[in-house]
């Protein structure tokens, strides 16, 4: 990891510090954000607590009964002057997607303002590769891009109060899975069988910032059976590890 020397320091509260990379949802700067998490990590720096990556910023927080902002602060710019090339082993996962429109309740409308068929909306989103920003809003949620520019919509102006569990969504450059029901208001363009927050395994969520992600296209009969082998717990998303 190199080029750590643009950045900006904010106080949080009374016990986090927040490194800021930039303003935009760039890959450059999630590379930065994600080598310091990877760095932070490693160091085992006394008194910190929980590191957490967003898009352009890092948040480290802090036991203030074991050190302080100031001493924090000096020991991790200090980190990152030294930091070299990341070797973080990040994964690449395959996850099964039905577009249909039965699993998709706004393709359709998505595909006519976008100009495509259904078809073509989802075959240009299964043949992205995406980037997983960030995990967020809530539990398992993989923040992810950069969704295909022929694709990019605002959100939804009417949000939904009720997102099924699996729905696959699109806003502006994004797209992501809602691991469980909740509110959203992005455009819902298939649905996904895989579980993507389990509470009772090791990182609860799936995914991870860094991780990759490519869609396979799959119909409604092999949808429903990987979705029968989920609930018996017997299937698992192909998954390989990539170098960044």
């Not at 039905?98 to 006519?112: G, K, M, N, R, S």
């Not at 997983?132 to 923040?143: D, E, K, L, N, R």
């Not at 895989?194 to 799936?206: C, I, K, Q, W, Y």
Request: aromatic share 8%; proline share 7%.
């Amino acid at each position: 990891m190199t080029g750590m020397d643009d950045f900006r320091i904010l106080k949080a509260a009374d016990s986090a510090l927040v490194f800021e990379f930039g303003t935009a949802i760039d890959r450059k700067i999630s590379d930065r954000v994600l080598g310091l998490a990877e760095i932070l990590n490693n160091a085992g720096l006394p008194g910190a607590t929980e590191i957490v990556a967003t898009f352009r910023s890092l948040c480290v927080n802090y036991d203030s009964l074991k050190t302080t902002g100031a001493e924090l602060e000096q020991a991790i710019v200090a980190l990152m002057k030294g930091a070299g090339t990341s070797s973080q082993i990040r994964r690449l996962w395959e996850i099964p997607v039905c577009y249909d429109p039965e699993f998709a309740p706004d393709i359709e409308e998505v595909a006519t303002r976008v100009g495509l068929s259904v078809a073509e909306v989802a075959a240009l989103h299964a043949g992205t590769q995406y980037h997983v920003y960030m995990i967020g809003f809530v539990p398992g949620y993989p923040y992810m891009g950069d969704l295909p520019k022929q694709l990019r919509l605002p959100r939804r102006r009417d949000p939904r109060t009720r997102v099924p569990p699996g729905s696959l969504a699109i806003a502006t450059s994004l797209t992501a899975v809602y691991p469980y029901e909740s509110p959203g208001g992005w455009h819902l363009i298939g649905t996904s069988p895989v579980r993507f927050f389990d509470p009772d395994s090791a990182n609860g969520s799936l995914l991870g910032p860094g991780d990759s992600v490519k869609f396979r296209s799959v119909a409604a009969g092999e949808f429903s059976r990987i979705c029968r082998a989920v609930e018996r717990d017997e299937y698992e998303p192909e998954s390989r590890e990539i170098a960044t």
